[in-house]
């Protein structure tokens, strides 16, 4: 699929959600968190979140460029893009 995705962390329990990632292929997802596994967010549409949050802005271009970024949960948090 040639779109921009996300994935979320989720615990095998369910537990999280833990860090979040967009990307164009899913073969650039970095190791999930200890105890974690990446799913997709199969209802994901970028416009929505962007009106919503225009920082967002910032992490879609990431991920368009390098094929993945990864956002921290807590998206407040300094340096929140890897």
């Known amino acids: 699929m040639n779109r921009l995705q996300k994935f979320v962390e989720r ?3 369910g537990e999280g959600p833990g860090r979040a990632a967009c990307v164009i292929d899913p073969t650039k997802l970095p190791e999930p968190s200890r105890g974690f596994e990446w ?3 199969g209802d994901f549409m970028p416009g ?4 919503a949050d225009p ?4 992490v879609f271009e990431v991920a368009l460029k390098r094929g993945c970024a990864v956002v921290a949960q807590d998206f407040q948090q300094p340096n929140r893009i890897r």
């Open 55 to 58: 920082e967002l802005k910032q």
């Open 39 to 41: 799913h997709i967010v």
């Open 11 to 13: 615990g095998g329990f």
């Open 48 to 51: 929505e979140p962007i009106l």
